[in-house]
């Protein structure tokens, strides 16, 4: 699949230690086994010259106080708290200056962030999406990409997840509805 590196963004999702580590608090083996295919993704953007995303998955402590029904302490206890070392990017990834890192508060990257303005400032129309976790915020921020217009092409090799099952349902809905999905090996930057 090509993909030109002009008008492209690989999207890194939330590829954090509260995710991807063993003592992170919602660890899950697949989110680690991500780490390396999401570092080639990234690898092979930068060589082209296409921009690199970050999102990171930040909660605030207070954030759900006040919740009628949108509270994700209650459905995954607390984690990724604003400050804290389960917020932080996993060590073997390297967001660089360059990079833009968005810090979001819902599994949405788009929601209430600068995400879509700073996409269309860089004139980005494909957004190559790897990271964690394909059935909660890969997901998620994948159809919030295409119902915007955004050509979301999901690696399916690159996104973590608890169970294989969920990567599977949640690679075909977005193929189903939104998006396109690839291994990794056939995304080439043009």
Known sequence: ????????????????????????????????????????????AREAGAEVVWTRDVHPPEQFED????????????????????AEIVEELDPREEDLVVVKHTYDAFYETQLEGWLD?????????????ANVCVLHTASSAGLRDYRPVLLEDAVG???????EY????????FGEVTPLADIEFV
């Not at 984690?79 to 070392?85: K, M, N, P, Q, R």
């Open 121 to 133: 400032a860089h004139d980005i129309d494909d957004l190559v999406i790897c990271g964690t976790l």
């Open 170 to 177: 949640a690679l075909e809905h977005a193929d189903f509805l």
């Open 67 to 86: 919740a009628h029904y949108y509270d994700e302490f209650d459905r995954w206890g607390e984690h990724v708290l604003e400050g804290s070392w389960e």
């Open 1 to 44: 699949m090509r993909v030109d590196a002009d008008s492209a963004a690989v999207v890194v999702v939330d590829m954090q230690n509260g995710f991807c580590h063993p003592d992170g608090s919602l660890y899950a083996p697949g989110s680690e086994e991500a780490i390396e295919p999401v570092g080639e993704a990234v690898s092979k």
């Open 161 to 167: 997840c608890i169970e294989e099952d969920h990567r």
